[in-house]
């Protein structure tokens, strides 16, 4: 793999696919319904909802930035027990809350 990510490998193999991903996130971004933070800690639960640790580790450093707390990370990933069990919790949160141990 090269060390390139899973994000610059689908840059590299689907760029025109890529471009619109990006476009669609940026929209979603610039909506006004909901603050940034907000929208990370929704993103957080989402994504430990299927046990996407790769997406979680990059979305708390995020929510970390806009001023989420380790308790709004934790709880936002505990939302997701009532939707797709334990999961998301065994599988994210020990690394989530890692972002906050400096």
Known sequence: MGGRNPIEIFQA???????????LIKAIVASKGLDE???????IAL?????DLMAVNAHVPMAKKLGATRAEVV???????T????????????????HFED
């Not at 193999?13 to 476009?23: G, I």
């Not at 933070?37 to 993103?43: N, V």
């Not at 939707?83 to 890692?98: H, Q, W």
């Open 47 to 51: 994504k430990a909802s299927n046990g």
């Open 83 to 98: 939707i797709s069990g334990i999961r998301g919790v065994v599988s994210c949160l020990p690394e989530a809350v890692k």
């Open 37 to 43: 933070k907000t929208k990370q800690l929704i993103y």
């Open 13 to 23: 193999e689907a760029p025109d696919v890529a471009r619109a991903f990006d476009d």
């Open 75 to 81: 709880d936002a990933i505990l939302m997701t027990l």
